[in-house]
């Protein structure tokens, strides 16, 4: 059974910085390839970006240059550093991956862009 956990949510002012956490249980979470996805009120769920498990990255146009996923495979944790945050970067934001053709998510954290 694979678990997500994300944490680091909360309200900023617009042009600030946020920092989330996602802790993977599992063996091999050095292995996976890991997602961030968000969804705002209204709106269906949108990929931010994946690392996978050599540390490539890849982000949406929307986030690219003030968005960075990293990874911490000794402490099964993977991270979105968000700067120049925006209050349309306002969501719940997920961690993501896909186990042996089974997809889990996090319970999802909140963050608001809001001054």
């Known amino acids: 059974q694979v678990q997500l956990v994300e944490s680091g949510g909360g309200l900023v002012q617009p042009g600030g910085s946020l920092r989330l956490s996602c802790v993977v249980s599992?063996?091999?979470?050095?292995?996976?390839?890991m997602a961030w996805y968000r969804q705002a009120p209204g709106n269906q769920r949108e990929l931010v970006g994946r690392?996978?498990?050599?540390?490539?990255?890849n982000y949406a146009d929307s986030v690219k240059g003030r968005f960075t996923i990293s990874r911490d495979n000794a402490k099964n944790t993977v991270y979105l550093q968000m700067n120049h945050l925006k209050a349309e970067d306002t969501a719940i934001y997920y961690c993501?991956?896909?186990?042996?053709?089974?997809?889990?998510w996090g319970q999802g954290t909140q963050v608001t862009v809001s001054s």
């Open positions: 599992g063996s091999v979470f050095s292995l996976y390839v």
């Open positions: 993501n991956t896909g186990v042996l053709g089974l997809t889990y």
């Open positions: 690392i996978t498990r050599n540390s490539s990255t």
